[in-house]
């Protein structure tokens, strides 16, 4: 097995621990439970449960279980944003494949720059597409999610009096030709005064938020 793969797994029980956290964070969680929800045998649950204990992931008491530790809970917390968040980008792809499945895989991709790109791109989300919170950035990341954020927004969630250029647009190709036939491409100028408008015409937009949540613009210009 690769150290890559590993590290998956590693990652896969932390987050899993973090989903038990979320629901009671004083009860420690039993191995076979552990096991179970990851659909594992005790046994390997019990040996990788020992390995992240010596690393200082977890707090393990043989036959009472495990809790997360200050470093467990950080590791788990954001893999199960990067979850959540990897769930809010397939929410807005033409993907017709099993989302938590996918976003399974995801989540092992998304680093620190994708985190916080994603972050901007979404506009800093702090629900995912069922309803489940999405934990907030990692403190060493915040602020540079602040200082990039700043001036950037998806078309949806404009503020009254705001304008922007279209720096970037994620919709199928059916979607870019129905925009592109409203006037709306990458360097479109759009204002917004209580409905869109193309600023160069006038031209009021009625746009589906569907659409709307995948056109990203630049308010620094």
Do not use: W
Request: one cysteine or more; glycine letters at 8%.
């Amino acid at each position: 097995m690769s150290a890559g793969h590993f590290q998956e797994f590693e990652d896969e029980y932390l987050e899993a621990m973090y989903g038990f956290y979320e629901k009671n964070p004083e009860e420690r969680v039993r191995t076979g439970i552990l096991a179970e929800s990851l659909k594992i045998s005790p046994a390997s649950a019990t040996e990788m449960v020992q390995r992240l204990a010596a690393k200082g992931f977890l707090d393990y008491v043989p036959y009472k279980g495990s809790s997360l530790t200050a470093m467990g809970l950080e590791h788990g917390r954001m893999m199960k944003r990067r979850h959540r968040l990897a769930r809010v980008l397939l929410e807005h792809l033409p993907f017709e494949g099993d989302h938590d499945d996918t976003a399974c895989r995801l989540e092992h991709a998304i680093n620190d720059d994708l985190d916080v790109a994603l972050s901007i791109y979404f506009g800093n989300p702090d629900i995912d597409p069922i309803g489940r919170d999405i934990p907030k950035i990692r403190t060493e990341l915040s602020e540079r999610l602040k200082s990039k954020s700043s001036g950037v927004r998806n078309l949806s969630n404009m503020q009254m009096g705001e304008s922007g250029k279209v720096s970037f647009i994620s919709l199928s190709s059916d979607d870019i030709n129905l925009i592109s036939r409203l006037g709306i491409e990458v360097g479109t100028e759009i204002i917004f005064d209580g409905e869109y408008k193309i600023k160069s015409s006038n031209k009021i937009l009625k746009i589906d938020e569907s659409i709307s949540n995948n056109i990203l613009l630049d308010l620094r210009h």
